[in-house]
């Protein structure tokens, strides 16, 4: 199970600790409202380090996630009926080394659902795609990104496809750098199929 589970809490802020060596997704946090988690190191778990899904106001804040097996944001939140957005946030983390087991399609940071926002990231050395967008009128700006895309191809380090109703995201500001390996087919953003 994960280290730390928040459910249908409010107002909860964790900050300061270090979360590491555990076989599920570290923390998980779900249907909450202002749940801060912050300054936080995430670390060795052979899952996601932070799975935030549903309610709305949540912020992952000034984190360093590494070494995981399988990523590391899950950001979801918002209806996509309504366009309701969630304000969820992951902001000024620092992620690096991530994917180490599942080595495709397990993102630094996924964003997805309605009016939620990536900012002021740092992410670097990531086998295959950084950054996965999977909704609406979400954000993905001032990011830093290197030495991503290192082992695959066809991929971008920032990625949306395969559903052209995922409308009004803005991806803006970012810095890439070290995208893919020569040969490869890679880009640093990556509309796929349809979109």
Partial sequence: TPLLTIRKAKNVTISGMTFENDLADCITVSDSTAVRIERCI???????A???DGGSDDVI???EIYDTGAGGIHLEGGDRKTLTPAHHMASNNTIHDFSQLQRTAAYAITIAGVGNKAAHNLIYNGPHQAILIAGNDNFIEYNILHDIVTDASDAGAVYK???PSCRGNVIRYNFFRDIGRPGNMTCAVYFDDGD
């Fill in 42 to 48: 995430v670390r060795n778990g052979r899952e996601l």
């Fill in 50 to 52: 932070i799975d935030l």
């Fill in 61 to 63: 804040n000034g984190c």
């Fill in 161 to 163: 496809g395969r559903d």
